[in-house]
């Protein structure tokens, strides 16, 4: 039986986060906290910058999958919403009418699945290739849905995109042959910048250099890009420098991580998310091991500078989780004279906060050591919730 729009769509899940305790010290562990004044500092600092700039902010949700950040981010001025898979478009449709899956979209399922995405929801999609846009032609005419259409361009990431202005020309001139397909521009990630911040120059100038020649050659052959999207958290302070671009893309922003940090690109005064976890043994000298392993964390080195562990404790940076069982992590005290006891709790900067994110249910926002609110990780995983589950 076709199932209508709205009986497809996934709901948020009905877990809402119970009343949280008052004190952070209440707080079961691993979990989780946000630093809320860090949390709306990062928000404005990067609205401003693109406002300042007249750069269209089109925010990535994969860093927080929570429809109460993206609320936040539009309310700031963002223009939509940027998403990698089915569940954030379908999460993120109740706050955003204007949603970009910057992710191929290849397989009939998944189609299917985006195609139920709400009319009103202005939807584009990013794409590199004749088949995925043969699939996506087909699967939008039957559905009746106009979508619109990025090309998708390598500089220098190489993962996906055209490999050259040539291609990114016949791929402009096939999508205009497919109504309700509509070509609305170019897309890139600026994801192999991974230097500090202070070194980016070499980098920010082929982006500039090599962009510039792809909207050159779309101009002359009378595919003009009307948005250039682009944009990562590491290079976000630079895209203001790459003529053409309109709209950037930028999400491990809003909470930062040891990464972000290490690369410059945020303070660590900026990180907002840590992993509050408690101290569980002190058995084994010149070590504390924590109630955080590889579940709560993520097993994700440092990637672009250098760094060892998994992360970093909040108060004390000469400390970092050097190894992880599942639900151990080990602190390295041989360097510290920190001495910390079994019951007190420690807060971690995650290496790389995304995947921290989807590792949980619900995130606590916290002012110093006082829990003030909390909030569901609306769009991790990928079910289909009830329409999976029913069938
Ligand atoms: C296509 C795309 N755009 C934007 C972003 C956001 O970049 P960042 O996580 O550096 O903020 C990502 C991150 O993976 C991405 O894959």
């Known amino acids: 039986m076709k199932r209508s729009t709205t009986q497809r769509r996934a709901p948020f899940p009905t877990l809402e986060p119970a009343e949280p305790p008052k004190q952070l010290s209440a707080l079961e562990t691993p979990t989780p906290v946000v630093d809320l004044d860090r949390l709306a500092h990062n928000l404005d600092r990067m609205a401003s910058y693109c406002t300042l700039h007249g750069l269209a902010l089109r925010p990535h949700v994969k860093t927080h999958k929570s429809p109460r950040i993206a609320a936040d981010q539009i309310r700031l001025g963002a223009v939509g919403l940027t998403c990698a898979t089915p569940r954030e478009l379908e999460v993120m449709g109740d706050v955003s009418h204007d949603l970009l899956l910057a992710y191929p979209l290849v397989g009939a399922a998944k189609l299917a699945r985006v195609m139920y995405i ?30 619109d259409v990025y ?20 791929l402009a001139k096939q999508i205009l042959q497919h109504p309700p ?26 982006l500039r250099g090599d962009l510039g020649v792809y909207i050159a050659e779309l101009d ?10 682009g944009g990562s958290t590491p290079t976000a302070w630079r895209m203001h ?36 976890a408690t101290v569980v043994s002190r058995a084994v ?45 080990i602190l390295d005290l041989s360097t510290s004279d920190w ?53």
């Open 285 to 329: 000298p010149g070590q504390a091991v924590i109630d955080a392993g590889s579940k709560a964390l993520g097993r994700e080195p440092m990637r672009g500078v250098a760094g060892e562990g998994f992360g970093v404790v909040l108060d004390h940076p000469d400390v970092v989780v050097a190894r992880m069982s599942e639900e151990h992590g």
């Open 181 to 206: 397909l509509n070509y609305a521009g170019i897309a890139f990630y600026p994801g192999h910048v991974r230097e500090h911040v202070k070194d980016q120059d070499a980098n920010v100038e082929r």
């Open 339 to 391: 001495n910390p006891q079994v019951g007190d709790q420690v807060r971690i900067i995650p290496n790389h906060v995304c995947v921290v994110v989807h590792l949980n249910d619900v995130i606590y926002g916290v002012r110093d050591s006082i829990v003030e609110t909390s909030w569901v990780v609306a769009a991790r995983g990928r079910t289909e919730t009830e329409a999976a589950i029913e069938s």
């Open 151 to 170: 090309v998708e361009v390598d500089l220098g990431m190489h993962r996906v995109g055209v490999q050259s202005p040539t291609d990114a020309v016949a």
């Open 241 to 276: 420098e790459v003529p053409g671009v309109t709209e950037v893309r930028p999400g491990t922003y809003v909470y930062n991580d040891r990464t972000t940090a290490e690369l410059g690109a945020c303070g660590w005064e900026d990180c907002a998310l840590t992993v509050l």
């Open 220 to 229: 002359s052959a009378g595919v003009h890009p009307r948005v250039v999207s």
């Open 118 to 147: 709400p009319h009103q929801v202005k939807l584009t999609v990013a794409l590199d290739s004749s088949a995925a846009l043969g699939q996506l032609a087909a699967a939008s005419k039957v559905s009746q849905r106009e979508v």
